[in-house]
């Protein structure tokens, strides 16, 4: 069983920042993806920034203000959120694809944490 718990996560005015983290806790073989994804209020759940395979992806409205990053050693991921704006808003969960020890395909969701801008 693999575990991924998000925290950082809060209220902030535009323009300010805020870094949210993940950590994954269980067994596991390897780790092929992880990132980050948000759902905002009536809107289906989109790609912010994740690494996959080596390299690193962002979603353009995005681009230049987070930046993601890992520590593989703590199997911990980070999502450095800069110059925030109200359209930031969202539930931001945390995603891993990788592989289980048997060979079976690992994928798994954090259970969310809610960031807020206000303008």
């Known amino acids: 069983q693999v575990q991924l718990v998000e925290s950082g996560g809060g209220l902030v005015q535009a323009g300010e920042s805020l870094r949210l983290s993940c950590v994954a806790s269980?067994?596991?073989?390897?780790?092929?993806?992880m990132g980050w994804y948000r759902q905002a209020t009536g809107k289906q759940r989109e790609l912010v920034a994740g690494f996959n395979d080596g390299s690193t992806n962002y979603a353009d409205s995005v681009k230049g203000r987070f930046t993601i990053s890992r520590d593989g050693a703590k199997n911990t991921a980070y999502l450095q959120m800069n110059s925030l704006k109200p359209e930031d808003t969202a539930v931001y969960y945390c995603?891993?694809?990788?592989?289980?020890?048997?060979?079976?395909?690992?994928?798994?969701w954090g259970q969310g944490t809610q960031v807020t801008v206000s303008s």
């Open positions: 995603h891993l694809a990788g592989l289980l020890y048997s060979g079976t395909p690992l994928t798994a």
């Open positions: 269980g067994i596991f073989f390897r780790v092929n993806a």
